[in-house]
């Protein structure tokens, strides 16, 4: 975790267009929740039909998008990581640190928003905004850490992970029934589920997993992407000329 | 060809002679011929755009997306052609308009991938002069890669609908319904293929990083369809069906698709929040007209910085 | 003292030998290497930083290994040739965060004292992205410098610098080099490397041509006949005495100058002054025509 690379880090992401992105997404959901509240009057089932599919089923995989590919991607693509890399500070440490920046944004532009979007456009005692904040947080930390890793692992992070949060998760996840199993949103919905009970069903959050499968499932994730992430930048090959 | 030239010195004693300057021919080629003029150019860099988004003339890897999305494109019709043929049902299941707004995500992933190959590369390495040495204008060089990213849109929307036309077909539907249906469906293909063309490519001419093109074109797309969606029920809700009908002119499916359901006749993908107004169909064209134009606008002012050294 | 140690190493990708058994040993002073484009200079030095692992062979720095092990990068500074830096920060910033990640007690005085070193101090509050290439170069030179290294890894340090900036910075790595740090540079600019490399190591297609002093690579170079251009006060008698002595293997008399073309240069040396004793012919200028790097550059790597 060192702080000189969360430093960095920082900079390069608030300092360019992708930080555009990052601060309009967030705001256009809340005035949507907010609008939203008005027409319904605060009504919980059309809150969680926006909640749950437009912010926590498309915004929040690209966020984690944007951030995940935003903290990494450009330094390895132009060759600036060498600056990071010829230093005396294990791979480790410069991974985590960035991977933990790239948390922190996914935390306070995405997370918090989709949470803040349930209560803003109607809720029971505040429970939606804990299950779907559950969720978020959790659906965050996967996608973030994946999206790290695989800026790592590949020049074409953005589209692979594209394919994988639209098509894989979104489309074919209605059509092939196994590759329901196999998704982070549904691994993030099943707290959620299990946390709104007998309402689960009524606002349309249901999973294809229980909440020990998903949480374990997350985890392994989590920590295995992280760790393919260290490992690769461990041997990281500069685009060099010669 | 003749050696060095050597002027002819008069009677000076112990002068060495000196040889002119001189280019030898070691077999430079000349071309004197006719050379083409900017149509051809112009062409040849439509052509090469064009190519270039399905990954023609490019190493594989870039030929996975395209032809990925394309497969997926084409799957359903197919699908769709073979349960007609079988059950040997009336109608198609989807209309050839309503196939667009159906497989909106594919066809934007399309786009999405697509415009950031035609312009973003050119701006990330500062190749544009290379590009106005030759006779071609700063307007030409758009004008081409819009029009290569347009023609393959169009390819990639009309090609499904062509394989639904010959499902009907083989399914042995009724001819001149499907014919004119057919027809209104490629009609309305080539709007929305030019709409979307344009938008990528501004938001491609904007963020010439890698990857960042491909991800604000599509979270713009779905967040844009995921806000006029929002609106409109939000507007039902209110009662006022006007606006949750004008909502729809913010998303480039749902624009397209309420202009062409309305003058064709056809069913829109979305019947409750489609316009139905000669007033709202006036708004939509309006939106139309105005989004392409700020668009052009935007990438006339792009290129003008971009085109000088 | 550091010195950089590759045995037997070679790197390939795929059927491609970037580097083909490769034995060196880099020792402190100025060590140029040479070679043309794609002789694989860049995918050595790689190698030499632990940025890149040998397909073969061992790299050893010291006596320990480069490969996953951040650790020598407290010993070693690496000027890579990449242009693309961190734009948004100053140019001090950008010091004192390389200074910082390098663990340094007083980041903030080694920040400053690489600016001078580099000549970049009036400049360094201005964002990177407002340099000109020199000035990058300079900057890339300084985070190389920041931790006061004792070896200096440069991979094509002069690119982009004005003659002005070449000049400093060749001081500044004669400067390093006289307190006793190895510094290893490679280019394919003869000029750079005949003025301040005291070894050069010859690189042609992955391949390691030569070492050594440049001069006495050229002596070793039998095959080809040595070159020496002489003016005397009698050109024809000189030639015709060489000849007949066989001192010479060939003699071309051109306006004003004699060439002479001879492949065993001890016997040239001793004969020529007799020769042009016992002739009675004044020697004017007597230059070796193909003593220049240049010219053992073209025959290395036209072999």
């Known amino acids: 975790m060192n702080p000189v690379v969360m430093q960095l880090t920082v900079r390069g992401l608030l300092g360019r267009r992708r930080s555009i992105l990052l601060l309009v997404l967030p705001v256009v959901l809340l005035g949507l929740a907010w609008l939203q509240r008005l027409a319904s009057h605060g009504s919980p089932t059309q809150s969680a039909g926006l909640t749950g599919n437009f912010a926590l089923g498309t915004l929040l995989p690209l966020m984690c998008l944007l951030i995940g590919t935003g903290v990494i991607g450009p330094e390895i693509d132009d060759g600036s990581i060498v600056y990071l890399l010829n230093k005396p500070v294990p791979r480790r440490s410069i991974l985590l640190a960035k991977l933990l920046v790239a948390l922190a944004t996914t935390l306070v532009f995405a997370v918090l928003p989709v949470a803040a979007s349930a209560a803003i456009a109607g809720d029971r005692d505040f429970t939606l905004t804990a299950a779907f904040g559950v969720a978020a947080l959790l659906a965050g930390i996967a996608y973030t850490t994946i999206f790290v890793a695989l800026s790592v692992l590949s020049r074409n992070a953005v589209i692979i992970g594209l394919l994988y949060a639209l098509l894989w998760e979104g489309v074919l996840g209605g059509y092939v029934p196994g590759v329901k199993d196999v998704s982070v949103r549904q691994w993030a919905l099943a707290p959620a589920e299990h946390m709104l009970g007998a309402d689960a069903a009524g606002y349309g959050v249901t999973s294809a997993v229980t909440v020990s499968v998903g949480l374990t499932l997350l985890a392994v994730v989590t920590v295995g992407a992280a760790w393919l992430g260290i490992g690769k930048l461990k041997t990281l090959r500069l685009a060099a000329a010669d | ?309 | 003292m550091s010195a950089i140690v590759l045995d037997k190493v070679s790197r390939w990708y795929g059927n491609v030998v970037a580097v083909n058994d490769v034995t060196m040993t880099i020792g402190p002073g100025i060590t140029g290497l040479l070679g043309p484009n794609g002789a694989g200079k860049s995918t050595l030095i790689a190698m030499m930083g632990g940025f890149l692992a040998p397909s073969a062979g061992t790299v050893a720095l010291d006596g320990g290994h480069v490969w996953k092990n951040p650790e020598i990068y407290r010993r070693v500074g690496l000027v890579p040739e990449a242009e693309a830096m961190y734009d948004m920060v100053t140019g001090a910033q950008f010091l004192l965060a390389n200074a910082r990640l390098h663990g340094l007690e007083d980041p903030g005085a080694a920040a400053r004292r690489a600016l001078e070193l580099v000549d970049m101090v009036d400049p360094s509050d201005r964002a990177i992205s407002t340099y000109s290439k020199g000035m990058k170069q300079r900057i890339k030179m300084a985070t190389a410098l920041v931790h006061d290294p004792t070896v200096l890894l440069l991979d094509e340090p002069f690119n982009g610098m004005d003659p002005r900036q070449r000049l400093h910075l060749m001081d500044l790595l004669r400067r390093l080099a006289a307190e006793g740090r190895t510094v290893l540079f490679s280019s394919h600019i003869l000029e750079e490397v005949e003025q301040i490399a005291d070894h050069i190591e010859v690189l042609v297609a992955g391949r390691h041509a030569a070492s050594g002093d440049y001069r006495r690579i050229r002596r070793l170079m039998t095959e080809r006949p040595h070159q020496y251009t002489i003016a005397s006060s009698d050109d024809r008698r000189l030639a015709a005495a060489l000849v007949a002595e066989g001192a010479a293997d060939g003699v071309t008399l051109t306006n004003g100058t004699l060439a002479i073309q001879t492949s065993d240069f001890g016997r040239f040396v001793h004969a020529l002054p007799r020769l042009a004793r016992d002739s009675g012919v004044h020697l004017l200028e007597v230059s070796p025509a193909d003593e220049s790097l240049e010219s053992v550059f073209a025959y290395l790597v036209a072999r």
């Not at chain 2, 000196?18 to 070691?26: E, M, T, W």
């Not at chain 2, 084409?74 to 109608?91: E, K, N």
């Not at chain 2, 359901?261 to 929040?273: Q, R």
């Open chain 2, 1 to 309: 060809m003749s050696g060095p030239v050597v002027p002819a010195v008069p009677a000076v004693p112990a002068q060495p002679a000196q040889p002119a300057d001189v280019i030898h021919d070691i077999g430079f080629r000349h071309y004197d011929d006719v050379r083409f003029g900017r149509g051809w150019v112009v062409r040849s860099l439509l052509v090469d755009t064009l190519r270039g988004v399905f990954g023609l003339g490019r190493p594989a890897r870039s030929k996975v997306m395209p032809w990925i999305l394309v497969g997926i494109l084409l799957a359903p019709p197919l699908v769709i052609a073979l349960v007609a043929v079988l059950t040997h049902a009336d109608t198609l299941p989807i209309s050839y308009t309503q196939y667009l707004s159906r497989l909106q995500l594919p066809i934007g992933l399309f786009v999405a991938g697509a415009a950031p190959y035609a312009v973003s590369r050119d701006l990330r390495f500062g190749v544009l002069p290379l590009y106005m040495s030759r006779p071609m204008l700063r307007t030409d060089y758009v004008w081409a890669r819009f029009s290569g990213l347009a023609i393959a849109m169009f390819l990639i929307t009309a090609g499904p609908q062509t394989l639904l036309f010959i499902g009907a077909l083989l399914g042995k539907m009724p001819l001149g319904h499907n014919l004119t249906g057919w027809l209104g469906g490629l009609a309305a293909s080539v709007f929305l293929a030019i709409l979307l063309a344009a938008i990528g490519l501004t938001i491609a001419a904007f963020t010439p990083r890698r990857g960042l093109g491909v991800a604000a074109i599509i979270t713009t797309l779905l967040v844009v369809s995921g806000v006029s969606f929002a609106l409109s029920g939000i507007a039902r809700m209110q009662g006022e069906d006007t606006w949750s009908a004008v909502a729809g002119a913010i998303d480039p499916y749902r624009l397209v698709d309420g202009v062409a359901s309305w003058v064709l006749g056809v069913a829109p993908a979305n019947p409750e929040l489609a316009p139905n107004t000669g007033a709202e169909i006036a708004v939509f064209v309006m939106v139309y007209v105005v989004i392409v134009g700020v668009c052009a606008l935007l990438l006339g002012r792009r290129y003008r910085k971009a085109g000088r050294l």
